[in-house]
């Protein structure tokens, strides 16, 4: 049995230094591990990342993964926002995935931001102008990614998916429907659904509701900070369960690191 | 104020890029002839500049600002996932 605290959708800014430090300083008395489902910074400055970052290494030792949002991009400085939360021992996914033993569990994290397009029966197409090809291509080039990285991690008891976007359209009940193409894609639903991974947690959706689930029967969770209104969720999860609600969750793929 | 529905959105779209708020996620509604904001933000401090924001892109409206600062209180159980 492993516990997974999560959030997303922080939008730490440099106003909130005591706010931040008190909301981690008590993940350790409640999980083993730290997800972090994006927006991290509220407008993808280096100097609020800094004030999460801060808050990050004071956990020293407990296992952080992490993926950006579209708020950390804000800036164009994503790069150096990722380099300021690895400097604080936080494992940044985009594409790649980690593996932690702990106790005696291995658990596997595969992440990416993941992007828009929506959902299945109504996605966007790669037709027409560069700029729509553009975006429905960014979508599935992040996929792609991501599905060969789940085929190697082949070893794990536990697997977790990692996102910003929304995988499913269930966690958006809430949000209007006109802007559930720029709130996330089915293809990576498809994707936990193919490598039978055992939860999906996402964030950006903050009218959205916390509990869903892929069309294959993996739980989803939208943790944004706005629908689960603490600090973060705490999940728990059994290897000696796997599959249970998936019909049987396929082989995990063996991680590999970025 | 102008046609309502342009109005509701220049708003919404000034809450979304000024980074005073930078909050894209914000509701912006016109009820009864008042802008209402709603949402989440992640701190007071961006509350408060919501109603600079409006001010100054659509002045001498009258807002109904009820964005709230999201919880960060510590969790009060956990979720068995099965």
Known sequence: MIRLAAVGDVHCGTDVRAQIRAQFATVPDHADALLLAGDLTRLGLPEEAEVLADALRDLQGMPIAGVLGNHDYQSNLQDEVRAIFASAGVQMLEGGSVVWEIGSVRVAVAGTKGFGGGFEGAHATAFGEPEMKGFVEHTRSLADRLDACLKEMDTADLSVLLLHYAPVRETLTGEPREIFPFLGSYLFAELADRHGVDLVLHGHAHRGVERGRTPGGIPVRNVAQAVIQQGYAVYTLDPAHRGSSAGGAAAVAPARSE | ?82
Do not use: H, W
């Open chain 2, 1 to 82: 104020m102008s046609e309502p529905r342009y109005e509701q959105e220049r708003i919404r779209q000034a809450l979304a890029t000024d980074p005073r708020v930078g909050e894209p996620e914000l509701s912006v509604d016109v009820v009864a002839g008042r802008v209402l904001v709603t949402g989440s933000v992640p701190s007071e401090k961006v509350r408060e500049a919501i109603g600079t924001v409006v001010a100054e892109v659509a002045p001498g409206v009258s807002l109904d600002n009820r964005a709230s600062v999201a919880s960060t209180d510590e969790p009060s159980g956990e979720e068995t996932i099965t």
